[in-house]
């Protein structure tokens, strides 16, 4: 079993940035983590996935260049560096960690594990 809890989300004006933490717990050698989001009336859809404590790395077009994901495993920790908000960015941000798949994704089905999510809201 794995327990995700976020936290670091707000609200912040357009082209601000923000920092999403995950706090990890329970079987950490879980090597498969990642962030989604869900907007109001959409699908939840992958953002940023990283492998192996940050040897890989994987980005959603939407968010690539912007976003930032990363993994300490001393601290037990991934976050997410997001910068250049957009109002589009404005979603629930879920953590989420894998045992059931090996290799970077940002398919839903993959994961097995979630967060209950942060709230973040981009404001013009």
């Known amino acids: 079993q794995v327990q995700l809890v976020e936290s670091g989300g707000g609200s912040v004006q357009v082209g601000g940035s923000l920092r999403l933490s995950c706090a990890f717990s329970?079987?950490?050698?879980?090597?498969?983590m990642g962030w989604f989001r869900q907007a109001p009336g959409k699908e939840r859809e992958g953002v940023a996935t990283?492998?192996?404590?940050?040897?890989?790395?994987y980005y959603a077009n939407s968010v690539k260049g912007r976003f930032f994901i990363s993994q300490d495993n001393a601290k037990n920790t991934m976050d997410l560096e997001m910068n250049s908000l957009k109002p589009e960015d404005t979603a629930m941000y879920y953590c989420?960690?894998?045992?059931?798949?090996?290799?970077?994704?940002?398919?839903?089905?993959?994961?097995?594990?979630w967060g209950q999510g942060t709230r973040v809201t981009v404001s013009s």
């Open positions: 990283i492998y192996d404590t940050g040897a890989d790395r």
């Open positions: 329970g079987n950490t050698s879980t090597q498969l």
């Open positions: 989420a960690a894998s045992s059931i798949f090996y290799g970077l994704s940002l398919i839903r089905d993959h994961y097995n594990y």
